[in-house]
């Protein structure tokens, strides 16, 4: 299991960071990744760090989104810079281990969720 901090109320504009840490051990070379979903929306993929450390990113939040981990793989990240309505979503980190590279922006091949933890972006 996993679990998020960080998600609140913020202005167009502002900025947020999210966390996220196993319950017990830590991601060791596992694929990471965020989504996110929006009321009466699909789960939508936000951003990933595959094991080999690739990043990858959906196409609305690149240069304003970062995803990353810390070195002794404790937690993970999402630095969320420049905010808009539209992202306005509960946020779930996830985890999976040897996810194939064309499944990464695919939610049902990670194994581990946290419960998600809101964001809202008032204009």
């Known amino acids: 299991q996993l679990a998020e901090t960080g998600g609140g109320v913020v202005q167009t504009g502002g900025s947020l960071k999210l966390s996220c840490a196993p319950s017990?051990?830590?991601?060791?070379?596992?694929?990471l990744a965020w989504f996110r979903q929006a009321p009466g929306k699909e789960r939508q993929f936000v951003a990933a760090?595959?094991?080999?450390?690739?990043?990858y990113y959906e196409d609305s939040v690149k240069g304003r989104f970062t995803i990353s981990r810390d070195s002794p793989g404790n937690t993970m990240y999402l630095q969320m810079n420049s905010l808009k309505p539209e992202d306005t979503a509960v946020y779930y980190c996830?985890?999976?281990?040897?996810?194939?590279?064309?499944?990464?922006?695919?939610?049902?091949?990670?194994?581990?969720w946290g419960q998600g933890t809101q964001v809202s972006v008032s204009s």
């Open positions: 996830a985890a999976g281990t040897s996810v194939i590279l064309s499944r990464t922006r695919d939610a049902s091949a990670y194994y581990y």
């Open positions: 017990q051990g830590t991601f060791g070379r596992s694929d």
């Open positions: 760090r595959r094991r080999d450390g690739h990043l």
